[in-house]
């Protein structure tokens, strides 16, 4: 079992800066990836990007340059560094982890990027 607890989100005005983290109940040695996936009103959840155990990042084309992904081994912590927002990355973002062919999700949190 794997409880992520997400923090970070808020409103922000378009070009401003956001940052999420989240934290595992377990090592995040043990974790086989971990990012983040958002869901807009209405809109299916898609994919945002993620981060392996060995650091190999990948990133959705709609957030490449703007957002980046970094963990913290030794707190068992991902964090997600939004820059640049724009309103249409207003989203619930949902971290998740997979291990062992389990995935684990987060409870999500809220991001507002006002025009």
């Known amino acids: 079992q794997v409880h992520l607890v997400e923090s970070g989100g808020g409103l922000v005005q378009a070009g401003g800066s956001l940052r999420l983290s989240c934290t595992a109940s377990?090592?995040?040695?043990?974790?086989?990836?971990m990012g983040w996936y958002r869901q807009a009103p209405g809109k299916q959840r898609q994919f945002v990007t993620a981060?392996?155990?060995?650091?190999?990042?990948n990133y959705a084309d709609s957030v490449k340059g703007r957002f980046i992904i970094s963990k913290d081994n030794a707190k068992n912590t991902v964090h997600l560094q939004m820059n640049s927002l724009k309103p249409e990355d207003t989203a619930v973002y949902f971290c998740?982890?997979?291990?062992?062919?389990?995935?684990?999700w987060g409870q999500g949190t809220q991001v507002t990027v006002s025009s």
């Open positions: 377990r090592s995040i040695f043990s974790i086989d990836a």
């Open positions: 998740y982890a997979d291990r062992l062919a389990h995935t684990y």
């Open positions: 981060i392996t155990s060995s650091g190999i990042t």
